[in-house]
């Protein structure tokens, strides 16, 4: 794994007093204690999320217990070695393409995209689930009413990240530069949110959600969610968007979400609030952080690469689009010439299916229909497989191609560009050699 | 786990679409592969104003967000607005904002490959 940056207790470590005023812009007093003229005390409270009384007595170059504390649960080494590391404050992880061969996806090939803090594990019996809003009966659940006293269901579901494919765009949108590992299709077993919402009793009011989690912003602001996404009523009803509470059989890991996530297959991973406290019934289009701007948004219209767009002429993503991953062969492999070999990967495309997978070994000159499995259920990813004869020796790319029940395919080249790189859906490729 | 590989082949597309014209020499760092690991501010590259980026930058996240991608001066300058407007960054001083915008937009520009 790479080397990390310096974190904070590094920093204090080789010159604390240059370390808080660059920040937290503190200068302390001629004694070298307290703050001169405040300069300081606010930022400093703000990460702490309180006061300081005492600060007048504050030592010059301490830095803040509650800070030195911070102990983080989750390790690196929770993950498979060939995972893709783009960033460890705030996490987020990929897989390598050909991680993504299992049908079911385990936890340690599982891509990881935080915004937040990676929070400390909530105790089951500490959590609730507030249910608020255009709703008749507020409800706040226990981790032990979601278990006994709702159906639960178990499924398989593709939850992608909605930039991936981002590192394709040119100019790169700023954002993590995902290629294609921000996708994952586990097995998750929940209780579905519509049943939670009928119990609720939804007004005719009811149009949209917004959810809430327990993790924390980067900033320390304990005011300011981290992200807060959420959906449609219609897309919230849906039998499939569940309050999912097992991931792969056994109590979902922290890094995804423990003890309770939602999970909206086919849209954007972001609906899939982690550490999820709370669903706020809206009566209009959700307005937290994540839902404007920006953020999870694409143009109205086309757009020319690297244009500057008006943020009125955004409107929110909706679901995911048809795309497919080569797991097979690993890419720069070698094979021999003249014998087959199985080529394979898995597609999906967003709240729909896939009918017709092809691949191309000659450039997209001539396209062959390779075994596409049926997906085990609704919004499960599919397998795919082919055996192919590389006629010589030589360089050869793999290009896969998947359409879906609607008529969409990838497009060869990378699709319209947007200002925060979502939805890239081109064609994988992958080279192999044939000795 | 590992640093980026290049599997993605909508990239390599892109790249060779969009390979500058002009290959600009300059005696700087242009690749995050190339940091020396033991330079003071890994992983961001040597330049003026490096050390306004850094503790900037580092209250809050870690500095692989900066040299995940590079970005034209424009987009620089949209996002120190939007960590102070919508993240909670501190806003820094007038003249400590324009050094940062200048490393950022000089030193991990849109040629740099995070």
């Known amino acids: 794994m790479p080397k990390k940056d310096r974190g904070l207790i590094e920093l204090y470590h080789d010159d604390p007093e240059r370390a808080e005023y660059m920040v937290f812009g503190r200068k302390a007093g001629p004694d070298r204690r307290g703050f001169l003229k405040g300069a300081g005390l606010a930022s400093m409270g703000a990460v702490l999320g309180t006061t300081i009384p005492f600060s007048a007595h504050m030592p010059a170059g301490l830095l803040p217990g509650a800070l030195a504390e911070t102990i983080n649960e989750f390790m690196f080494d929770a993950k498979h070695a060939d995972m893709i590391v783009h960033n460890d404050r705030p996490v987020n992880v990929e897989a390598a393409a050909h991680l993504l061969d299992d049908d079911i996806t385990p936890f340690d090939k599982h891509f990881i995209r935080n915004n937040g803090t990676m929070p400390m594990p909530m105790s089951k019996a500490d959590w609730r689930l507030k249910i608020d809003g255009e709703v008749n009966e507020e409800l706040e659940l226990s981790y032990d009413q979601l278990m006994n006293e709702f159906e639960h269901v178990t499924f398989r579901a593709q939850l992608e990240c909605g930039g991936n494919g981002r590192a394709g765009f040119n100019p790169l949108p700023r954002g993590n530069p995902w290629m294609i590992g921000a996708i994952g299709n586990s097995e998750w077993t929940g209780v579905r949110v519509s049943d939670i919402l009928r119990r609720a009793g939804l007004k005719p009011s009811a149009v949209y959600t917004g959810h809430y989690s327990y993790d924390e912003h980067l900033s320390g602001d304990p005011d300011r969610p981290s992200i807060s996404r959420g959906g449609p009523i219609d897309k919230m009803m849906d039998p499939h968007t569940i309050v999912a509470i097992k991931m792969n059989g056994q109590d979902i890991p922290i890094e995804h979400g423990y003890p309770a996530r939602i999970v909206a297959p086919g849209w954007a991973g972001s609906v899939s609030q982690k550490w999820v406290t709370r669903i706020w019934v809206r009566d209009r289009e959700h307005d937290g952080p994540g839902m404007t701007g920006l953020s999870y948004r694409m143009p109205r219209f086309p757009v020319a690469p690297g244009t500057e767009v008006a943020h009125e002429d955004m409107m929110v993503m909706g679901a995911m689009v048809v795309k497919s991953a080569i797991t097979n062969p690993v890419a720069g492999a070698e094979v021999r010439a003249g014998a087959p070999f199985e080529i394979r990967g898995q597609a999906w495309a967003g709240d729909n299916h896939v009918v017709r997978m092809e691949t191309s070994i000659d450039f997209g000159a001539t396209w062959q229909t390779a075994e596409l499995h049926a997906p085990p259920n609704r919004y499960s990813w599919q397998r795919w497989r082919q055996t192919i004869i590389p006629p010589q020796s030589g360089y050869y790319e793999v290009w896969s191609r998947a359409t879906d029940n609607q008529g969409n395919s990838q497009p060869m080249v990378v699709p319209g560009w947007n200002p925060r790189g979502y939805l890239n859906n081109a064609c994988h490729r992958i080279h192999f050699t044939a000795v | ?114």
């Open chain 2, 1 to 114: 786990m590992k640093t980026r590989v290049s599997t993605c082949g909508a990239a390599f597309a892109a790249l060779l679409l969009a390979l500058p014209a002009v290959a600009v020499a300059q005696d700087r760092i242009t690749r995050y592969a190339d940091v020396p690991q033991d330079f003071e501010f890994y992983p961001l590259p040597p330049g003026e104003g490096v050390d306004e980026v850094y503790y900037g930058c580092i209250a809050c996240h870690s500095l692989r967000t900066v040299t995940n991608g590079g970005y034209s001066r424009a987009v620089w300058d949209e996002l120190l607005d939007w960590m102070v407007e919508n993240q909670g960054m501190m806003e820094p001083e007038p003249d400590i904002r324009a050094v940062m915008l200048d490393y950022l937009a000089t030193y991990i520009g849109e040629d740099w490959e995070g």
